[in-house]
């Protein structure tokens, strides 16, 4: 079946740091990616997503591009902000349902 | 826009006990989903209406849970004989369509305690 893996369980940085979140995933045919972000008490909401090979989503600074050949969807972010710090969750969708991987926590400090 | 609704927002029941979760979805939506949080487990698919018909019901444990969606406006998640492994962050998401692509937008969930 489809799945997603997140490297990183927990991320700590200072403010102005650069982000990266690795991201793979393994499914049949052709899915589209997404990254969501969880604050407490919320539902995940809708970071950015993609849908073909190389397509860069982006949203706030946040980016990601879709790599097929190395399945791949990496988060990245040239500086972090402490509101940034939440519950990252990178996705994948073929048909109806969403996959998630484990989510990262991102802790930003002042 | 109100979002996608969900009452209650926390439900504590007894070992044994049923427990009717609702969900409202954004007006105009015409696929539901319902997923389960967890810390252990993480964020697992449960089942999936579109247009009101059960789609996708293959993350459903296959006894004591059930769902439903009698009308376009609100969908229910039952679970008869709650049991402690049952506690859990219920969510509830729709889209404007079921298609890969489409944005599932989330309520903020039901969280569950069983005792």
């Known amino acids: 079946g489809d799945s997603v893996t997140q490297t990183e369980g927990q991320v700590a940085l200072s403010e102005e740091d650069f982000l990266t979140i690795h991201c793979n995933y393994s499914?049949?045919?052709?899915?589209?990616l997404f990254w969501y972000v969880q604050y407490p008490g919320e539902g995940p909401q809708l970071l950015f997503r993609?849908?073909?090979?190389?397509e860069k989503g982006s949203s706030r600074g946040f980016e990601a591009t879709y790599d097929k050949g190395t399945t791949s969807f990496h988060l990245r972010k040239a500086s972090v902000q402490e509101s940034d710090s939440a519950v990252y969750y990178c996705?994948?969708?073929?048909?109806?349902?969403?996959?998630f991987g484990d989510g990262t926590v991102l802790t930003v400090k002042p | 826009n109100a979002g996608v609704i969900q009452t209650p927002r926390h439900k504590v029941t007894g070992k044994g006990q049923e427990a009717t979760l609702w969900c409202e979805p954004i007006?105009?939506?015409?696929?539901v989903f319902w997923y389960r949080q967890t810390i252990v487990q993480g964020l697992e698919f449960l089942t999936y209406?579109?247009?009101?018909?059960?789609?996708?019901d293959s993350g459903m444990p296959k006894e004591r849970f059930s769902a439903q969606m009698p009308n376009q406006s609100h969908s229910t998640l039952k679970i008869q004989s709650t049991q402690p492994q049952d506690s859990a962050v219920y969510l509830c998401?729709?889209?404007?369509?079921?298609?890969?692509?489409?944005?599932?937008?989330f309520g903020p969930g039901t969280r569950l305690t069983v005792l």
């Open positions: 996705a994948l969708r073929n048909t109806g349902k969403l996959t």
């Open positions: 993609a849908s073909r090979d190389k």
């Open positions: 998401a729709s889209s404007l369509v079921g298609g890969a692509y489409a944005e599932q937008f």
């Open positions: 007006s105009g939506h015409s696929a």
């Open positions: 209406f579109r247009n009101q018909a059960p789609i996708d």
């Open positions: 499914a049949s045919g052709y899915p589209t």
